[in-house]
C-alpha cells in the first residue's frame, strides 16, 4: 500500500465520527460519579496513577509513524510528530495536578510512588486498554491505520469526556477549592483553544486524507480503542465505589 498523494479526500468518512459519538464509551457515567463529591486522598491517588498511567501509554507512537514514513505519508508523519511533541512535559503537569489535589496529607506525591505501589495500584481495566495500544508497534500498513484509528479515538475522547470531566469534577465542583488557573494542565487542554481541542481536529484532517479503504481498517481501530475504554472507565468508577483498584 501507499499513502494518496494525488487525489486527497480532506473529509473523514462521517460515519466513524457518528460510531465514536455512539459507542457506550462516550456515554460513561464515570466523570459523573468523578463529580459527584470530593474523594479522600488515597482513592484520588488511585484514580491518578491508573489515569496518568493510560495517558503516558496513549503518547508512545510505536512504530506506526515509521510505517507511514515509509510510503512517504507524510500528513499522518507530520500529525502524529505535532501531538507527540505537544504533550511532551504533560507527565510532570499531571503530577503537579495530583499534588494539589492530594494536599499535604501522609500520602506520597505520585512522582515518589516506587514502582511495586504504582503497581498494585493499576487495574486490570487500565492493562487491557494499555494493550489496546500494542498494534501501534508494527511493521504492517494495515494494523497501523488500525493504530490510527486508536489514537482518532483517543484524542476525541480525551477532548470531549476526559478533560472536560476533570474540569467538572477538580474545578467546576467547588469540592477542591481550585481555580482553571491553579491547574496548568487542565487549563493547557481545555476548551475550544486548548490542546485537546486541536489534536482532535488534526486526527479528523489526517484520517480525512486516506482513501475509503483505509479509513474502513481506522473506524475497526476506533471502536476496539473505544471498547477497551469502557473496561478502562468501568475500573476507575469501582475506585470510587470502594477505594480500591479493581
Not at 26 to 31: D, I, K, M, N, Q
Not at 195 to 203: G, K, L, Q, R, V
Not at 213 to 223: I, N, S
Request: charged share 20%; net charge negative.
Amino acid at each position: 500500500s501507499q499513502c494518496n498523494l494525488t487525489r486527497r479526500h480532506t473529509m473523514i468518512n462521517p460515519k466513524i465520527l457518528s460510531d465514536i459519538e455512539a459507542h457506550p464509551a462516550l456515554r460513561h457515567t464515570v466523570f459523573q460519579t468523578l463529580a459527584a463529591r470530593m474523594y479522600p486522598p488515597e482513592v484520588l491517588t488511585n484514580y491518578l496513577v491508573n489515569m496518568a498511567t493510560f495517558c503516558a501509554a496513549s503518547r508512545w507512537p510505536g512504530t506506526m509513524f515509521q510505517e507511514f514514513d515509509a510510503v512517504k505519508c507524510r500528513h499522518a508523519c507530520d500529525a502524529i510528530d505535532k501531538i507527540l511533541a505537544s504533550e511532551q512535559g504533560h507527565e510532570a503537569q499531571l503530577q503537579a495536578m495530583g499534588a494539589l489535589l492530594i494536599g499535604s496529607t501522609h500520602l506520597e506525591p505520585l512522582n515518589r510512588l516506587d514502582e511495586d505501589d504504582i503497581y498494585e495500584r493499576i487495574t486490570d481495566g487500565t492493562h487491557d486498554a494499555i494493550g489496546t495500544l500494542t498494534l501501534r508497534e508494527t511493521d504492517s500498513w494495515d494494523d497501523a491505520l488500525y493504530a490510527l484509528g486508536g489514537m482518532l479515538a483517543v484524542e476525541i475522547v480525551a477532548n470531549r469526556q476526559i478533560i472536560p470531566g476533570q474540569v467538572a469534577a477538580f474545578i467546576d465542583s467547588g469540592f477542591y477549592g481550585l481555580t482553571l488557573d491553579d491547574v496548568p494542565y487542565l487549563k493547557e487542554h481545555a476548551g475550544e483553544h486548548g490542546a485537546e481541542h486541536d489534536h482532535e481536529a488534526t486526527m479528523i484532517t489526517v484520517v480525512g486524507n486516506f482513501l475509503p479503504d483505509d479509513q474502513a481498517r481506522v473506524a475497526e481501530g476506533a471502536t476496539e480503542m473505544l471498547n477497551s475504554l469502557e473496561g478502562f472507565y468501568d475500573d476507575l468508577e469501582a475506585i470510587f465505589k470502594d477505594g480500591n483498584p479493581a
